[in-house]
Each structure stands twice: as C-alpha cells, then as structure tokens.
C-alpha cells in the first residue's frame, strides 16, 4: 500500500512563514502529479499548488509570489514554502500525489495525506 504522510503545519500570524512536507512511502516505481489542496470548511476543496515530473510548476492566483511548492523525486517528497501568510490562507492543507505503482504498468493511482491545519492569525 501506500501512504502520504504530512508534517509542518502549525499557528503562525500574519505575515509569518510556514513550510509542510509529504512523504510518500510504500509500494511506489514512480510519483508523476505533485500537489497540495485545502479546504475549509462548507467550501470544496482547491487547488493550491502543483509540480509535475518535469519540474513545471502551478499556482492559484491567490498564492502567486508567495507560495512556492517543490519536489525531491529521489525522496518522493513534496513541499509547500508560505510566505507572507494571510488569515484567509487558514485551512486544512491536503497533500496529492500521481503514483505509478508498478513497472509494468503505466497504471497511475490518486493518493491524498490525511491533512495538516494551518491557521494564520490576523
């Protein structure tokens, strides 16, 4: 099997600096997709941030300039760097990822982390 596990989040206020990592670890031949998601709550969960095999990079609009998402494919680990963090930056921040599990197969399974809480404090 295989299993997304996050770390980083925390309270920081506004203005601050929080960095989350994902670790993927089990039965994996390849990460594709990279990303994170959050969600708050009564509201669907949203794109933040994703990195493809090839390095290129998106972003949400509300984001751009002060979040920068990064991968170690070595690792299968991907991270998220907030900068300048706004209250409304506040939830619950979801790791994604793209796996190939097999060498045989171009097969490509979705993957989410439990979820870490980020709260920005005005």
């Known amino acids: 099997q295989v299993q997304l596990v996050e770390s980083g989040g925390g309270l920081v206020q506004a203005g601050g600096s929080l960095r989350l990592s994902c670790a993927a670890s089990?039965?994996?031949?390849?990460?594709?997709?990279m990303a994170w998601y959050r969600q708050t709550p009564g509201e669907q969960r949203e794109l933040v941030a994703g990195?493809?095999?090839?390095?290129?990079?998106n972003y949400i609009d509300s984001v751009k300039g002060r979040f920068t998402i990064s991968r170690d494919s070595a690792k299968n680990m991907v991270y998220l760097q907030m900068n300048s963090l706004k209250p409304e930056d506040t939830a619950v921040y979801y790791c994604?990822?793209?796996?190939?599990?097999?060498?045989?197969?171009?097969?490509?399974?979705?993957?989410w982390g439990q979820g870490t809480q980020v709260t920005v404090s005005s």
């Open positions: 994604n990822m793209g796996i190939r599990k097999y060498r045989y197969s171009d097969a490509n399974f979705n993957y």
């Open positions: 089990g039965s994996i031949f390849s990460v594709t997709r």
């Open positions: 990195v493809a095999s090839g390095g290129s990079t």
